[in-house]
């Protein structure tokens, strides 16, 4: 059996999105510890699932990376 891995960016209290629905996690803080652990993480993944909401918002910033002279290595 293949193992599963949740990685999600979640307050203390449980809170994932504000109380409309936004997408305001300005309080993770992406820094480089961050990035690191996050490619420990996803290096492992062969499959990344996304909700609507997320899909969305990558789907719309992903095409634009390349082009995007200001685009992190990591991106």
């Keep these: 059996m293949r193992k ?6 979640a307050s203390l209290d449980g809170f994932v ?4 629905g936004e997408m ?3 309080w993770v ?10 490619k420990e993480i996803l290096s492992t993944a062969d499959t990344v ?6 899909y969305q918002m990558m789907h719309s910033y992903w095409p634009s990376v ?3 002279p200001s685009a ?3 991106e």
């Design 66 to 68: 390349p082009s995007n």
């Design 49 to 54: 699932i996304w909700g609507r909401g997320t």
């Design 72 to 74: 992190s290595q990591h």
């Design 4 to 9: 599963l891995v949740l990685f999600l960016h």
């Design 24 to 26: 305001d996690i300005g």
């Design 29 to 38: 803080t992406y820094d480089a510890d961050l990035e690191k652990h996050a």
């Design 17 to 20: 999105e504000g109380p409309n």
